[in-house]
């Protein structure tokens, strides 16, 4: 009995492994909303307003004001967040990833260069202005870049979770001390290109 029964253990843990849907998305919640404190609480609990300084006409540096769970707590269980980008002059946000969430993208000034890379390595980019819109899927890398290099652009993002994450493909790649030799082959360069990379993302 006891032999048999460990005979299935597998069988079993194969069958849950494939039944198993695999969650990368904010999970469901059983109540309205979460409050660290029902005693406290009130309207201004589901109110934040650190995005009120978004429009700043002149960014000094690409600049992201972001208003997720961390931000704004009564956001917990509700799978939405926002976040604001301000691009100066030239500004661009390099390639990068967020592996918890799709991305809705509106210019609110100026025009944008959008694009992201499906799984095949095909680019889907567009040039964006004032009130379009650009879906990155989830998980996919991507970027912005203000082409005009006279005038800032700002645009603001909408998450499809609290924490949608961010993976910076630069910075993963080449400032978290992944051996060299190994950044070398892999993008058939030399060690001395990988090291002058590094050296460029440190400033
Ligand atoms: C919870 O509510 C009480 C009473 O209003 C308050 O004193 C306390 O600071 C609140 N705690 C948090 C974490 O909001
Ligand atoms: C912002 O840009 C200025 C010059 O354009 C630079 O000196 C400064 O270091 C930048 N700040 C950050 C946080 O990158
Ligand atoms: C897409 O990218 C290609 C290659 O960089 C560029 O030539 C083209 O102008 C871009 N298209 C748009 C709509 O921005
Ligand atoms: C930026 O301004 C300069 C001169 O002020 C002009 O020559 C250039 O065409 C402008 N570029 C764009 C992209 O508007």
């Known amino acids: 009995m006891a032999i048999k029964s460990f005979l299935l253990m597998p069988l079993v ?30 309207p201004s609990f589901f109110t934040y307003s650190g995005l009120s300084a978004f429009y700043n006409p002149d960014p000094k540096n690409f600049t992201v004001i972001k208003a997720s769970m961390t931000e704004f707590p009564a956001l917990n269980g509700q799978s939405v967040s926002y976040a604001v980008l301000q691009f100066p002059a030239a500004g661009v946000n390099p390639p990068h990833t967020h592996p918890r969430a ?16 499906d799984t095949k390595n095909v680019l889907y980019n567009q040039t964006l202005q004032e009130g379009d819109m650009f879906v990155f899927p989830k998980g996919l890398v991507h970027f912005q870049y203000n082409r005009n ?7 603001v993002s909408a998450f499809g979770s609290v924490n949608a994450g961010l993976l910076s493909v630069p910075k ?17 360069t030399d060690v001395p290109t990988v090291q002058k990379i590094e050296l460029g993302l440190k400033k």
């Open 13 to 42: 843990l194969t069958i849950l492994a494939i039944s198993r849907p695999s969650h990368a998305n904010d999970p469901d919640i059983l109540t309205d909303f979460i409050t660290p404190n029902t005693s406290s609480l009130s």
């Open 102 to 117: 799709a991305e809705l993208f509106l210019v609110l000034m100026g025009t944008l260069e959008v694009g992201f890379v």
């Open 149 to 155: 290099h006279n005038q800032s652009a700002i645009a």
């Open 172 to 188: 993963s790649v080449f400032t978290t001390g992944i051996d060299e030799n190994v950044l070398a082959m892999s993008f058939k």
